[in-house]
């Protein structure tokens, strides 16, 4: 039973642009949520986090944005490099150690 | 310095064989996390340990599958038995412990990729 789930595996986009991940999830008992961005054959590595007392986090070109109503947070990337080409993971934690992860989308910057 | 790793980094066996997965956390991490991804699915937490504590064990899937930690350092997942469901890639990672929660930030092995004829 995925708790949390990406709906696009992929998603295409030209240098410079936006990019607009997204991700819903399903357990109302989620109050921190994370961003994990995955280059092919290395581990996931930490990206940007939110707290559910919050709306919006902003570190540099990413933005993470959280609607609790409709269980769904959205990672922006603006503006795209080519280095951002990557897996996207979307986690979740009722707050604890234990994440739930989405399966991923696959963001492909084009030159 | 370096990161967390595991070995091997990808492993073919038959059904019904025992096989076991290595890492080695970040030197200093006092929590080590185990995960794996089936094909088109997000990570699944399996186990975890901090420092002497009792391991969470809440997510291993059968009890096919054992964990341990030596010395808080080196951890071993083991497979007995295995089955082709359980071909995945299994991911390790360790975090400093500051309260146990979703803040500290857990860093990851490469994976090892099992695939179980």
């Known amino acids: 039973d995925q708790q949390v789930k990406q709906n696009s595996p992929s998603l295409s986009v030209q240098e410079g642009r936006i990019s607009i991940l997204n991700c819903d999830y399903t357990n109302s008992m989620f109050d921190y949520f994370l961003w994990y961005k995955k280059y092919p054959a290395e581990g996931p590595t930490f990206l940007i986090s939110?707290?559910?007392?919050?709306d919006k986090n902003e570190d540099g070109r990413f933005t993470v944005f959280l609607n609790k109503s409709a269980k769904h947070l959205s990672l922006h990337i603006v503006p795209s490099q080519p280095g951002d080409s990557a897996v996207y993971f979307c986690?979740?934690?009722?707050?604890?150690?234990?994440?739930?992860f989405g399966a991923g989308t696959t963001v492909t910057v084009r030159a | 310095g370096a990161g967390v790793s595991q070995s091997p980094s990808n492993k073919v066996t038959e059904k019904g064989k025992d096989v076991e997965l290595r890492c080695d956390p970040i030197?200093?991490?006092?929590?080590l996390y185990w995960y794996r991804q089936s094909l088109g699915q997000g990570l699944e937490f399996l186990i975890y340990?901090?420092?002497?504590?009792?391991?969470?064990k809440s997510g291993l899937p059968s009890d096919r599958f054992s964990a341990e930690r030596t010395g808080g350092s080196v951890s071993t997942l083991t497979i007995q038995r295995t089955q082709q469901e359980d071909s995945a890639v299994y991911l390790c990672a360790s975090s400093v412990f500051l309260a146990g929660g979703p803040g500290d930030t857990q860093y990851f092995g490469p994976g090892t990729r099992l695939t179980v004829l």
């Open positions: 986690a979740a934690s009722a707050n604890d150690y234990k994440l739930s």
């Open positions: 939110i707290s559910s007392i919050k």
């Open positions: 030197s200093g991490h006092t929590a």
């Open positions: 340990f901090q420092g002497n504590s009792a391991p969470d």
